[in-house]
């Protein structure tokens, strides 16, 4: 059974910093690319960040230069570092694995709130 399980999420001031984790487990981790998604209340979810399986990253326009994607796959483990936090930035942030086109998983999201 594959499960990618999300942590970090929480509030924090606009300019702070948060890390969120994703642990997956019942895949071969170091094959898949993974990603962060976001869904903010009435948008749709959007690609925030990714990471390749040979560890190229892409990210979206307004979180660049200030999230860094990585991956630790002897813990099978993706993390997004999110600096400069916005309000615009609360969310629902998601976890995402593929491999191919059928192989597609989700976290169950993680909480992230940007105010003072």
């Known amino acids: 059974q594959v499960q990618l399980v999300e942590s970090g999420g929480g509030l924090v001031q606009p300019g702070g910093s948060l890390t969120l984790s994703c642990a997956a487990s019942g895949i071969i981790f170091e094959i898949y690319a993974m990603s962060w998604y976001r869904q903010a209340p009435g948008k749709q979810r959007e690609m925030v960040a990714s990471v390749t399986f040979g560890n190229s990253t892409n990210y979206e326009g307004a979180v660049k230069g200030r999230f860094t994607i990585s991956r630790d796959d002897a813990k099978n483990t993706v993390y997004l570092q999110m600096d400069s936090l916005k309000p615009e930035d609360t969310a629902v942030y998601y976890c995402?694995?593929?491999?191919?086109?059928?192989?597609?998983?989700w976290g169950q999201g993680t909480q992230v709130t940007v105010s003072s």
């Open positions: 995402h694995a593929q491999r191919g086109a059928g192989n597609r998983y």
